[in-house]
């Protein structure tokens, strides 16, 4: 099953979202919950806490400056830029790229 939220900024987009992940987790099943917003809130949200989400979007600013190398595989991706959330929710930040083809 894949779910997409999306909406008008300031909708409750992010808290739906972590609501929706931690209680199908809860349900026992596998979730991968990835934040592609401009402003990736969904760490906080799942509650990863500010902190390690900010290390999460760090990360992945980190490909613009070739500290980071691009993953080419599903499970790279989600390896560099995801961690665990509470209630075995697996999130991953993909967005807040100021240059989307780096090399």
């Given at each position: 099953?894949k779910?997409?939220?999306?909406g008008?900024?300031g909708v409750g ?9 931690r209680?199908?987790a ?6 991968l ?8 809130m ?9 902190e ?5 979007v ?5 490909l613009?400056d070739?500290a ?12 560099v ?5 509470p209630d075995?929710?697996?999130l991953?930040v993909c ?6 083809n780096?090399?």
């Open positions: 099953m779910i997409a939220v999306a008008k900024g987009k992010t808290t739906l979202a972590g609501t929706l992940a209680a199908l809860r349900d026992g099943r596998d979730v919950a990835l934040d592609a917003d401009t402003n990736p969904l760490g906080v949200s799942l509650g990863v806490g500010p390690r989400t900010d290390l999460l760090a990360i992945r600013q980190a613009d070739g980071v190398e691009h993953q080419t595989t599903a499970e790279g991706l989600v390896d830029f995801g961690t665990d959330a075995g929710v697996r991953v967005t807040r790229i100021e240059r989307p780096p090399g």
